[in-house]
C-alpha cells in the first residue's frame, strides 16, 4: 500500500520512490518502542493463583513482542531491499 501512495507523495520535488519509502520506514522505525523486557516484567509481577491479571498481562505482552519484531523485521527489510541486497517480495511491497 505504501508503495502506491509513492506516485501522489513524490509529485515534482525530483525525489525518487525509492527514496520516498525508504525515509517512510526511517521514520516509522525510529517511533516504532522496542519489545518489552518479559524477564523484567515477571518479577515485578509475578504470576500468582491471586493475581490472574498478571498472567494475562505477560500473555498480551508476549503478542506485542511477536508484533513489535515483524513490524521491525519487515522495515529493516525494506530498507535492504532499496539498497539492492534484499529482493523486494510481495509482502513487503
Given at each position: 500500500?505504501l508503495?502506491l501512495?509513492?506516485?501522489s507523495?513524490?509529485?515534482?520535488?525530483?525525489?525518487?520512490?525509492?527514496?520516498v519509502?525508504?525515509?517512510?520506514?526511517?521514520?516509522?522505525?525510529k517511533?516504532?518502542?522496542q519489545?518489552?523486557?518479559i524477564?523484567?516484567?515477571a518479577e515485578?509481577w509475578?504470576?500468582?493463583?491471586e493475581?490472574s491479571?498478571?498472567t494475562?498481562?505477560?500473555q498480551?505482552?508476549?503478542?506485542?513482542?511477536?508484533?513489535?519484531?515483524?513490524?521491525?523485521?519487515?522495515?529493516k527489510?525494506?530498507?535492504?531491499?532499496?539498497q539492492?541486497?534484499l529482493?523486494?517480495?510481495a509482502?513487503l511491497?
Amino acid at each position: 500500500a505504501l508503495l502506491l501512495t509513492v506516485g501522489s507523495a513524490a509529485g515534482g520535488s525530483g525525489v525518487g520512490p525509492e527514496e520516498v519509502v525508504g525515509n517512510v520506514a526511517s521514520d516509522i522505525l525510529k517511533r516504532v518502542p522496542q519489545p518489552w523486557d518479559i524477564g523484567a516484567v515477571a518479577e515485578k509481577w509475578p504470576i500468582v493463583y491471586e493475581e490472574s491479571m498478571n498472567t494475562v498481562l505477560r500473555q498480551e505482552l508476549q503478542r506485542f513482542n511477536k508484533l513489535i519484531n515483524v513490524i521491525l523485521g519487515s522495515l529493516k527489510n525494506i530498507h535492504k531491499a532499496i539498497q539492492g541486497l534484499l529482493l523486494m517480495s510481495a509482502e513487503l511491497e
